[in-house]
């Protein structure tokens, strides 16, 4: 019966998943669900920071959890808080410090995980759609470990220089992107409205003052955003 049942359960998480993330048949790719471990990655990065890393430097909450296991509680609590050291004697920098760190261990293993799976991809496309549940549960048993490792050198030296260095690669390939993203929404709406006035004049004016406005209100959700800044 528990065989049974265990079967009934893979089948029916199996088709859930196909049905909300699409089939892993030849053609497919694995996008949604890459997509949905991204997200996951950041919902962990968020818990750590702001519920788990709190809890270890006042030795709350979460922390009890890893205390109760002999030698975990101090394993975690050395890990976590070495390299903040020298924040002892100011408790709300020792705790965005560790809060800190604790945002590199999720996203560090992130960082790993879509590298090798570029790799892997190149390699053998079929790879990026196939055996997600595997790499979900590989990804979360690296998050788990990585709590027990300490902050230097991997995630504060060496993950925090390569991050800056692909965040700024980011943010340049970002605007790239942005850019021909607008000059085709532009091209596209002209054309639409080149479209309307060759059947009747002045008919393809709503999609240029469309253009416009679209420009006006961008431009004020980014000063907008300056300013909440």
Do not use: H
Request: charged share 15%; with cysteine; net charge positive.
């Amino acid at each position: 019966i528990s065989l049974g049942l265990t079967y009934c359960a893979c089948a029916s998480a199996s088709s859930l998943c196909n049905a909300c993330f699409g089939s892993t048949a030849p053609g497919t790719t694995g996008r949604k669900r890459s997509a949905l471990l991204l997200s996951a990655a950041v919902a962990v990065s968020l818990f750590f920071q702001y519920s788990l890393a709190p809890s270890i430097v006042n030795k709350t909450g979460w922390w009890k959890v890893y205390s109760s296991i002999p030698g975990m509680g101090k394993r975690v609590y050395a890990a976590w808080l070495d390299g903040c050291d020298g924040y002892a004697d100011t408790p709300d920098l020792l705790r965005q410090c560790v809060q800190n760190t604790g945002v590199y261990r999720p996203t560090a293993v992130a960082a790993l995980f879509y590298s090798v799976m570029a790799v892997a991809s190149g390699t053998r496309p079929s790879l990026n759609r196939e055996a997600w549940p595997a790499k979900y549960g590989t990804y979360f048993l690296l998050v788990l470990a990585s709590a027990f490792l300490y902050n230097g050198p991997l995630f504060d030296g060496i993950f925090l220089f390569v991050a800056r260095i692909g965040a700024m690669a980011f943010i340049v390939i970002q605007q790239v992107i942005l850019i021909d993203m607008a000059y085709n929404w532009n091209e596209s709406w002209v054309e639409k409205a080149d479209e309307c006035d060759r059947l009747d004049w002045g008919s393809g004016k709503p999609w240029l003052r469309l253009i416009v406005a679209s420009c006006v209100a961008l431009y004020g959700c980014a000063f907008a955003g300056i300013g909440l800044l």
